[in-house]
C-alpha cells in the first residue's frame, strides 16, 4: 500500500520547535557519525544516527471529534472474507511465472542497497517484478531535485531531499527495517512481495513533504490517498509509527543537514500531510464502504494482450466519467493497481475496464489472461480529477494514448449524455494500426454525433503532440490527456505551446500536478 491511513488526531498546523502537541516530540539533534556510516550486529534491531531509537510518536484526539472521527471499524483481508452469498471467491488459476519488466502503473521498483534492512524488509518475500508507471492520481512520482525557496520548512525539507538523494535506496530499506522490525504488526498489511511495493509509501510522503507549500495542488492528492487507503483495513496506531520510522530514517542518512530545527520542520511536514488524509478517510467512512465486491460477467479479449473487462459491484458504486479506481484480484491478494472506467455511469450499474497485459504485469495478467465471468475482484474508491465541467460549452481537446482512450470514451459519453452540443476533438494515438483496438467504436460515437471528431494518430508518440498543433486553434478548448506519461508530458507542453492556459489541462499525473504547482 501507498501509506497507512487513520482516524482524525491533532490539528495538522501546530508543534513548535520544542515539542508539545501533535503526532510527535523533536528530539535533540544527531551527532555526525564518525568514520562512514555505522553497520548494524547481525541479528538486532536497527537504530537511528549514532545508535538512538527515534522518540515516541503519539496521536492526539481532536476535542469534539470523536463522533465524525473514530477508527473505521476493520474489515477482514481478501484472504479471509469471502465474496458475498451466492458468489464465492474463485479458485486461483495459475498465473505465469513473473519476468523482470514492466507492470502498470506503479513506479518503478529499484534494487536494495543495503543488504540488512532489506533482509528484514522483504520478510523472505518472493521477488516482485519491477513495474512501469502510468499517469494515476495515486503515482507517486520521483522527487525532483530542490532549490532552496519557501518557507522555512520548504526549505529545511528541501535540503534534506537534497541530502538523501544519492542513497535513496539506502533510505527506503532502511525506513522499511525500521517500519517492520519495531511494528511487525503492520507487515500483513503489505503485499507478500515489496519489490514493487517498497518505493511507493516512502516516495509519496517525501513528494508531498517537499511540495508542501503548494497546498492547492497537494491537497486533492492526499485526500485521493486518504480515502483509497481505507480498504487496506490500517488503525489509529499506523500513521504514528510510519511517522517515527520516516524520522528515524532521514536523520541517519541526512545526518550532514539534520538539526533540531530540521528535525521539527519535518515533524510539522508530516503533522499536515498525515492530518488531511486522515480527514479525508473519516470523512469517507461516513458516505462510503472501504471497497466493493465486483463480479466479471463478461470478458471480451480484443487483441492477443488487451481485455474489455465488464463487472457487476455488489452495492451501488458512484463515480464520474473520467475517474478510475483501484483493482484487486484474488490471484494477488493485496495487490492493487489503477484502471480508468471505459464508460460513464450506465443505468445497469455495470463497469468496464480496458486493460493491457504487459510483461510480468501480475494484475494486467491476470485481468486479461486468466479471469473469467464469475470471478469476484475488489474495487477501491473511485478517484481522478479528470472530468467535464457542465456548467460551461467550452470545447474538450481529448488525447488517448493506448489504453489511455478508456476515460476518454467515457467523457465523450458523458457529454452526449449530458445533451449537449459543444466541440469534442479526439486524438486516438497508438503505435501501430494494431494497437487502435477500440478505433471502430470510437468511429460509431463520430458517426451518432456531429459534434464529434475523432483522429487516429498511429506512430511511436514522438509525432502525437505534432498532429495537435496542426489543427486549432485550442485557445478555447479544455484538454483532456490519458496515456503514457512520457505522452503526458509531450503532450502538456504541446498544449501550452499553442496557447491553452495551464489550469485548463486535465489529467491525472501526479508529477505534472506537482510541477504545475511550482
Known amino acids: 500500500m501507498d501509506a497507512p491511513t487513520t482516524t482524525s488526531a491533532g490539528n495538522g498546523t501546530s508543534g513548535d520547535s520544542g515539542g508539545g502537541g501533535g503526532w510527535f516530540t523533536p528530539r535533540k539533534a544527531p551527532k555526525p557519525a564518525e568514520g562512514g556510516e555505522q553497520t548494524q550486529p547481525e541479528g538486532s534491531e536497527p537504530e537511528a544516527a549514532e545508535g538512538r531509537r527515534v522518540s515516541a510518536i503519539r496521536p492526539v484526539g481532536r476535542p469534539g471529534a470523536a463522533a465524525s472521527t473514530s477508527a473505521p471499524e476493520a474489515r477482514p483481508t481478501p484472504e479471509a472474507r469471502s465474496a458475498p452469498e451466492a458468489r464465492p471467491a474463485p479458485e486461483a488459476r495459475p498465473t505465469p511465472e513473473p519476468e523482470r519488466a514492466a507492470e502498470e502503473r506503479i513506479p518503478a521498483a529499484r534494487q536494495a542497497a543495503e543488504p540488512a534492512p532489506t533482509q528484514v524488509a522483504a520478510q523472505s518475500a518472493p521477488q516482485a517484478?519491477?513495474?512501469?508507471?502510468?499517469?494515476?492520481?495515486?503515482?507517486?512520482?520521483?522527487?525532483?531535485?530542490?532549490?532552496?525557496?519557501?518557507?522555512?520548512?520548504?526549505?529545511?525539507?528541501?535540503?534534506?531531499?537534497?541530502?538523501?538523494?544519492?542513497?535513496?535506496?539506502?533510505?527506503?530499506?532502511?525506513?522499511?527495517?525500521?517500519?517492520?522490525?519495531?511494528?511487525?504488526?503492520?507487515?500483513?498489511?503489505?503485499?507478500?512481495?515489496?519489490?514493487?511495493?517498497?518505493?511507493?509509501?516512502?516516495?509519496?510522503?517525501?513528494?508531498?513533504?517537499e511540495h508542501i507549500d503548494h497546498t492547492d495542488v497537494l491537497t486533492a492528492y492526499l485526500k485521493n490517498l486518504g480515502r483509497g487507503h481505507r480498504k487496506y483495513g490500517t488503525q489509529p496506531e499506523h500513521y504514528p509509527a510510519v511517522g517515527e520510522c520516516l524520522i528515524g530514517s532521514l536523520s541517519r542518512y541526512a545526518s550532514a543537514v539534520w538539526d533540531e530545527e530540521t528535525e521539527a520542520a519535518w515533524v510539522r511536514t508530516y503533522t499536515t500531510i498525515s492530518q488531511i488524509m486522515i480527514d479525508a478517510a473519516a470523512a469517507d467512512e461516513l458516505r462510503a464502504p472501504a471497497w466493493w465486491f465486483a463480479e466479471v460477467v463478461s470478458h471480451d479479449l480484443r487483441t492477443p494482450d488487451i481485455a474489455v473487462v465488464t463487472v457487476r459491484p455488489d452495492q451501488p458504486y458512484p463515480f464520474l466519467a473520467g475517474q478510475y479506481t483501484s483493482l484487486e484480484t484474488p490471484w494477488w491478494p493485496r495487490i492493487w493497481r489503477h484502471y480508468s472506467f471505459a464508460s460513464a455511469p450506465r443505468s445497469d450499474g455495470l463497469l468496464s475496464f480496458h486493460v493491457k497485459a504487459v510483461p510480468a504485469g501480475w494484475v494486467s495478467n491476470a485481468l486479461v489472461h486468466h479471469a473469467r465471468p464469475g470471478d469476484v475482484l475488489r474495487l477501491g474508491a473511485p478517484a481522478g480529477s479528470m472530468t467535464v465541467d457542465h456548467t460551461t460549452?467550452?470545447?474538450?481537446?481529448?488525447?488517448?494514448?493506448?489504453?489511455?482512450?478508456?476515460?476518454?470514451?467515457?467523457?465523450?459519453?458523458?457529454?452526449?449524455?449530458h445533451g449537449e452540443r459543444r466541440p469534442v476533438e479526439v486524438f486516438y494515438g497508438a503505435r501501430t494500426d494494431h494497437d487502435l483496438y477500440d478505433i471502430d467504436t470510437m468511429m460509431r460515437l463520430q458517426q451518432t454525433h456531429p459534434w464529434l471528431s475523432v483522429r487516429p494518430v498511429v506512430d511511436d508518440h514522438a509525432q502525437?503532440?505534432?498532429?495537435?498543433?496542426?489543427?486549432?486553434?485550442?485557445?478555447?478548448?479544455?484538454?483532456?490527456?490519458?496515456?503514457?506519461?512520457?505522452?503526458?508530458?509531450?503532450?502538456?507542453?504541446?498544449?501550452?505551446?499553442?496557447?491553452?492556459?495551464?489550469?485548463?489541462?486535465?489529467?491525472?499525473?501526479?508529477?505534472e500536478l506537482v510541477a504545475a504547482g511550482d
Open 129 to 209: 517484478p519491477a513495474s512501469h508507471p502510468e499517469p494515476r492520481s495515486e503515482r507517486v512520482p520521483e522527487p525532483r531535485q530542490p532549490s532552496p525557496k519557501g518557507s522555512p520548512d520548504a526549505i529545511r525539507v528541501q535540503r534534506t531531499m537534497a541530502e538523501i538523494g544519492p542513497v535513496a535506496d539506502k533510505v527506503t530499506s532502511y525506513f522499511y527495517a525500521l517500519l517492520f522490525t519495531r511494528h511487525p504488526d503492520l507487515r500483513p498489511l503489505f503485499p507478500a512481495a515489496m519489490d514493487t511495493q517498497r518505493d511507493r509509501l516512502l516516495k509519496a510522503l517525501l513528494t508531498a513533504a
Open 393 to 417: 460549452d467550452s470545447g474538450l481537446l481529448c488525447l488517448g494514448g493506448g489504453t489511455g482512450i478508456a476515460p476518454i470514451k467515457a467523457l465523450v459519453e458523458d457529454v452526449a449524455e
Open 464 to 511: 502525437f503532440p505534432d498532429a495537435v498543433r496542426e489543427y486549432g486553434p485550442w485557445n478555447e478548448y479544455d484538454a483532456y490527456l490519458s496515456g503514457p506519461p512520457g505522452m503526458i508530458r509531450s503532450g502538456v507542453d504541446a498544449l501550452r505551446d499553442v496557447g491553452i492556459p495551464a489550469g485548463r489541462i486535465r489529467h491525472d499525473s501526479v508529477e
